[in-house]
């Protein structure tokens, strides 16, 4: 099922280089949808039992708009400016105006004749809008259920990461610098890797990690196509020596990706990262809202912390333990901000959302986690794959920042020449089957 592409409008950067990605994967969506119809379903008695009868009525009016929604979304309807009234509505709506001016001959912006990082963020706000115009529903998250269950499926593989943890802490005093290094480029692959396990590209199905994490790297070295962990590790350390007055005490901002496994790696490289001083400060950013089903929100973050302190098992405990108490100090601290669901392209934040953008400038290091944030960094353009990573930046930098993304989307920059076209050769999905990954790293310290 591929949608044949007429002329996408031109985005709101249209003055960069680089073509669209057109909605070519229009079967997931409908699924994806139909999974929340039956789960509001699924969970209507809870409704009665929490909130009576407003809440069956809640729920069966919600569930009639969604089931809209997918006949919308089906038949290629004209997109529909949100109606309700929250935080981000009137930025959403902006957008979609400016996108509808750039449509020709007044033709009307629809589903298939929208670039597909658009119509992608706009069906899950959609859902978010079906349940705010329907209190009592309002804060109902509808792939919790998967994202609690992505967490406790991969509770072995979680094991032996915080024991692998817990045994770094206890020999971290002794470790030479080179030691440090290594095992931090070890949990930056973790973290890398872990972005393997998001729950939107398998439309919900499971997607957890079963095996050890840190066993399983040698093997998956080789579909690392760029590694520039060396670059960030630089940015962590002063050329002195780090244990001398080298010491930078970073501070690092990390923007999530996805609950469950991953959430846990890069919690597990955070705790690291703190534990051998190489930052003072860790920020998290997360979603306010549910988002490309297993994207992390300040309830799934939290309650990862408890979950891992409540485990039956020393390390994991521990480790659960140790970042409650990162967070009570004021260590590490989550936000959010409407901008990381808004459909912009980064390259729009010191204009569309300058309070974060200036935020994230204040930052020793930006950590973007997963696809979905690296489609936004680069526009989700058909770039060659030779272009430079900071050439599809196109201005955004912040601070020294590095995408850590398993591949599942089509678009990849920063290769050597005829790089792509081997491996196209051996593997043709190699882009969007999430078996490869990329480390790429950018700043703007750094020589052209
Ligand atoms: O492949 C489906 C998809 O929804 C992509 O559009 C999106 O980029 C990706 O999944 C989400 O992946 P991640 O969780 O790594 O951002
Ligand atoms: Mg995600």
Request: glycine fraction near 4%.
């Amino acid at each position: 099922m591929e949608a044949e592409g007429t002329m996408p409008p031109q985005s709101l950067s249209a003055k960069f280089e680089g073509s669209f990605a057109y909605l070519t994967v229009r079967d997931r969506l409908p699924t994806i949808l139909t999974k929340v119809v039956d789960t509001l379903h699924r969970n209507k008695d809870n409704f009665f039992k929490e909130y009576g009868e407003e809440g069956t009525e809640a729920e069966k009016r919600a569930i009639s708009f969604l089931s809209k929604l997918r006949n919308e979304l089906q038949t290629d309807k004209p997109v529909l400016a949100l109606t309700d009234n929250a935080e981000d509505t009137q930025a959403w709506n902006e957008y979609m105006g400016r996108q509808q001016d750039l449509m020709e001959n007044g033709q009307l912006v629809s589903w298939f004749k929208s670039p597909w990082l658009y119509v992608e963020c706009y069906m899950y706000r959609r859902i978010q809008e079906a349940l705010y115009m329907n209190p009592p529903m309002h804060n109902f998250d509808a792939f919790k259920e998967g994202k609690t269950q992505s967490y406790f499926e991969s509770q072995q593989a979680i094991k032996s990461l915080c024991t692998y943890l817990q045994q770094l802490i206890t020999n971290m005093e002794n470790m030479t610098e080179i030691q440090l290094q290594e095992n931090f480029l070890k949990l930056i692959q973790v973290s890398l890797w872990g972005n393997k396990c998001d729950l939107s590209i398998s439309a919900g199905q499971d997607n957890s990690q079963k095996s050890s994490p840190i066993d399983s790297l040698p093997d998956l070295q080789r579909f690392i196509l760029v590694d520039d962990s060396s670059m960030v590790w630089s940015t962590l350390v002063a050329s002195q020596g780090f244990r001398s007055s080298g010491m930078k005490h970073a501070r690092v901002d990390i923007i999530l990706d996805n609950a469950g496994f991953e959430l846990v790696t890069d919690l597990v490289l955070a705790d690291f990262l703190i534990s051998s001083g190489l930052a003072k400060q860790i920020r998290f950013h997360g979603k306010s809202i549910p988002w490309f089903v297993s994207d992390v929100t300040k309830q799934d973050f939290e309650c990862t912390i408890k979950q891992t302190m409540a485990a039956n098992h020393k390390w994991m405990s521990a480790s659960g333990v140790q970042w409650k108490h990162f967070m009570k100090d004021g260590t590490w601290s989550y936000h959010d901000h409407p901008f990381w669901t808004l459909p912009h392209e980064f390259c729009d934040m010191p204009v569309d959302a300058a309070d974060l953008y200036n935020t994230l400038q204040t930052s020793d290091l930006i950590l973007f986690k997963g696809d979905l944030n690296y489609r936004k960094l680069t526009g989700d353009r058909k770039w060659e794959h030779t272009v430079r990573f900071d050439q599809a930046l196109r201005g955004f930098q912040p601070a020294p920042l590095c995408s850590l993304r398993t591949l599942k989307a089509d678009v990849q920059v920063g290769l050597q020449a005829g790089q792509a076209e081997k491996i196209s050769s051996q593997d043709p999905d190699w882009m969007t089957n999430g078996k490869y990954a990329a480390i790429q790293f950018s700043s703007p310290h750094r020589e052209q």
